[in-house]
């Protein structure tokens, strides 16, 4: 069976946004909402309500993605989850970032390594 890892963006109740990754999401949001093991900043911003998910075939991918999404603005982070009700999420990431489709797999996965030069 093959495993999936997902980039994942929760709303917290002071209205921001927090975003991980998983293999597991239902498990991850769980642990956020009401577990030691939830992320520091989630802790204090309780409870988390799962906004969108990107499912991708490698954990690099779903890092990467996390990471660019990270760094966008909030008015950007808001328009990318805006275009995701309409298509995966995972395919608008693709196209924002020039992530390798979750489909595609003549693509290497050096495609959209944070650590890669352009």
Do not use: I, W
Not at 32 to 60: D, I, K, M, Q
Not at 82 to 104: M, N, T
């Amino acid at each position: 069976m093959a495993e999936f890892y997902y980039m994942y963006v929760v709303a917290c109740a002071d209205g921001s946004l927090y975003t991980g990754y998983a293999t597991d999401v239902e498990r991850r949001v769980s642990e956020h909402n009401g577990s030691p093991r939830g992320a520091r900043y989630t802790r204090a911003r309780r409870p988390v309500t799962l906004v969108a998910t990107a499912r991708f075939t490698s954990r690099h991918e779903a890092m990467a993605a996390e990471f660019h999404f990270k760094r966008l603005a909030r008015a950007e982070k808001d328009a990318l989850l805006a275009r995701a009700a309409e298509q995966p999420l995972e395919d608008v990431l693709a196209k924002r970032f020039d992530l390798r489709a979750h489909d595609d797999p003549s693509q290497t996965d050096s495609v959209g390594d944070p650590n890669t030069v352009s």
